[in-house]
């Protein structure tokens, strides 16, 4: 088989034929596939030819590409025409996240009605993660990595985007300032990534209004305004949305120190702009500890009952059930406790650690930190006790670590452990053991501090009272892996009780709190 090249200026026949479709199609190079008869040796041989017809001033000019057999083969066919190629392409073609964020990349494919692509980060796993919707998580460490897509009708075919992973900056910036000061506040990240500061007390009254902080738009605008002016509550979301607000007291409702605390609840529900009427707890509490269980419901445990000082802790629990909608009475913990932690383990229980088991102010009424530590079991919903604390504290932090085990970090102490009652002494507790061990050191020690988990897996810890008895505008990172803190930067104002909150960007807003003056209004943002 053989290909033969034949030209031919055939005006006449062209005018009647070929050049009738140049005018219909308006290009200038028409391939027409025809079958061509060619008679040899009185066997007739069905063979294909190419005409391309090309239009010039002396007239219109066909060319053919014959194929030109011998005997009665079958013939090779001409190759076939060939479609467009396929291409990838994805967007962005670059990004520059922080650590441990994400960043949705969106792929197109052309050439092909499977527009279907699979994704996949070239470094494999140290580079970090991609979902099939094209959500990409970056890693724990910085650097630079390729994000790949690649076509399903065609695995040959892809396109890669650059992602530059950069790390924390170790600084501190000065955001716009919301409308009230805040103290003995909540601060919770909701499901849209903006943050909402609830009650408190501001520079002349205890707070009905809420102040939502925009992270997109780097403002404070007003919230929905709660039913009861109320500080020293608890807040926490839901497992849907919903933002729950219980307990707390208003010092200044003209009620006396015997007086109890709130009782009543309050809800923000998801999607709504205002605060609904949520069930009475079965005991009135104020500096209580909310924790998530795995199920979805609402550990209520420890704080104060009455709204002076003077009195003692409550062992009292109960168990908010948003399917239901109600608080159930629990069994009382082993400690009346304030001021402790309470941390849900890898397993489902929740360890309860330190805290103090009365509020006196020292003067005939002694104050004494607690160095016990229980389990709550959401299986059996019994407390049951477990290793004790090397050091005693209240107003300290802790966290679950990646590995299972619990970090106390900080806190107060009434033991003498030197010209200072701020713990400089980290713990860890092994589940596995039920004991606590020695875990490092922190630079200062620091009791009413805030604690925020970086995407580093390092711990920032802000503020606090310092060494000196007074609040601090220092901040410190604190290692996990080797037990050793490296000193941050400086906030914009000294502050106790403030309130720290990683941001959906890894950066953490820290707001409110006291600097022995009053409420604080700066607010910053570690990145």
């Known amino acids: 088989m053989r290909w033969v090249?034949?030209?031919?200026?055939?005006?006449?026949?062209?005018?009647?034929?070929?050049?009738?479709?140049?005018?219909?199609?308006?290009?200038?190079?028409?391939?027409?596939?025809?079958?061509?008869?060619?008679?040899?040796?009185?066997?007739?041989?069905?063979?294909?030819?190419?005409?391309f017809a090309f239009e010039t001033r002396l007239g219109c000019v066909l060319l053919l590409i014959i194929s030109v057999g011998c005997g009665g083969g079958a013939g090779t066919p001409p190759p076939a025409l060939q479609p467009s190629p396929i291409s990838v392409s994805i967007s962005p073609v670059s990004a520059t996240p922080l650590l441990g964020t994400s960043v949705s990349f969106t792929a197109q494919v052309t050439g092909t009605s499977n527009t279907g692509v699979s994704y996949s980060v070239v470094e494999g796993n140290a580079g970090g993660s991609i979902a099939a919707n094209g959500i990409y998580l970056a890693p724990s460490q910085p650097g630079t990595f390729h994000v790949r897509a690649t076509s399903i009708a065609d695995p040959a075919?892809?396109?890669?985007?650059?992602?530059t992973v950069r790390g924390y900056t170790n600084s501190i910036a000065r955001l716009p300032n919301p409308r009230e000061a805040y103290d003995h506040h909540t601060a919770t990240l909701m499901s849209d990534g903006s943050v909402l500061?609830?009650?408190?007390?501001?520079?002349?009254t205890v707070h009905k209004q809420t102040e939502r902080y925009q992270p997109s738009q780097n403002v404070f605008e007003i919230g929905p305004s709660l039913a009861t002016a109320r500080l020293d509550h608890s807040a926490i979301l839901l497992a849907n949305g919903d933002l729950?607000?219980?307990?707390?007291?208003?010092?200044?409702?003209?009620?006396?120190?015997?007086d109890p605390a709130f009782r009543s609840s309050e809800l923000l529900v998801a999607n709504t702009s205002f605060f609904a009427a949520g069930p009475d707890m079965n005991f009135p509490r104020r500096n209580h500890v909310f924790t998530m269980l795995?199920?979805?419901?609402?550990?209520?445990?420890?704080?104060?009952?009455?709204?002076?000082?003077?009195?003692?802790?409550?062992?009292?629990?109960?168990?908010?059930?948003?399917?239901?909608?109600?608080?159930?009475?629990?069994?009382?913990?082993?400690?009346?406790?304030?001021?402790?932690?309470?941390?849900?383990?890898?397993?489902?229980?929740?360890?309860?650690?330190?805290?103090?088991?009365?509020?006196?102010?020292?003067?005939?009424?002694?104050?004494?930190?607690?160095?016990?530590?229980?389990?709550?079991?959401?299986?059996?919903g019994k407390y049951t006790t477990t290793g004790s604390l090397n050091i005693s504290r209240y107003a300290h932090s802790a966290a679950l670590l990646d590995d299972g085990r619990v970090l106390i970090l900080g806190g107060e102490t009434t033991e003498n452990i030197g010209p200072t009652d701020q713990v400089t002494a980290a713990e860890v507790y092994n589940p596995a053991t039920g004991t606590f061990a020695p875990f490092g050191n922190i630079i200062f020690g620091r009791g009413f501090h805030a604690l925020a988990r970086l995407n580093s897996g390092k711990y920032l810890l802000a503020g606090g009272y310092n060494e000196n008895g007074s609040p601090s505008p220092t901040t410190e990172i604190f290692d996990p892996e080797t037990g050793t803190s490296t000193a941050g930067p400086d906030m914009s104002d000294w502050r106790i009780r403030a309130a720290a909150v990683k941001l959906k960007t890894g950066e953490v807003l820290i707001v409110g709190g006291n600097n022995s003056g009053g409420p604080v209004l700066p607010v910053d943002l570690y990145k």
């Not at 629990?330 to 360890?351: C, E, F, I, K, Y």
Request: one cysteine or more.
């Open 5 to 51: 090249w034949y030209t031919a200026a055939l005006s006449p026949y062209c005018h009647k034929s070929a050049y009738r479709i140049i005018g219909a199609s308006g290009d200038r190079f028409i391939p027409l596939l025809l079958s061509f008869y060619h008679r040899q040796k009185s066997i007739l041989l069905v063979r294909k030819f190419w005409m």
């Open 157 to 163: 075919r892809s396109m890669e985007a650059i992602v």
């Open 197 to 204: 500061l609830v009650g408190g007390a501001g520079f002349s």
């Open 244 to 258: 729950l607000v219980s307990g707390g007291y208003n010092p200044v409702d003209g009620s006396t120190s015997f």
């Open 294 to 380: 795995k199920d979805g419901r609402v550990l209520v445990t420890g704080g104060i009952q009455l709204r002076g000082t003077g009195f003692s802790a409550t062992p009292n629990t109960e168990l908010y059930d948003p399917a239901a909608n109600q608080f159930v009475a629990g069994d009382r913990m082993n400690s009346p406790r304030w001021m402790h932690s309470a941390t849900l383990l890898a397993d489902g229980r929740v360890l309860l650690v330190g805290g103090r088991d009365n509020n006196c102010t020292g003067v005939g009424c002694p104050v004494y930190s607690l160095n016990t530590a229980e389990l709550f079991d959401p299986a059996t």
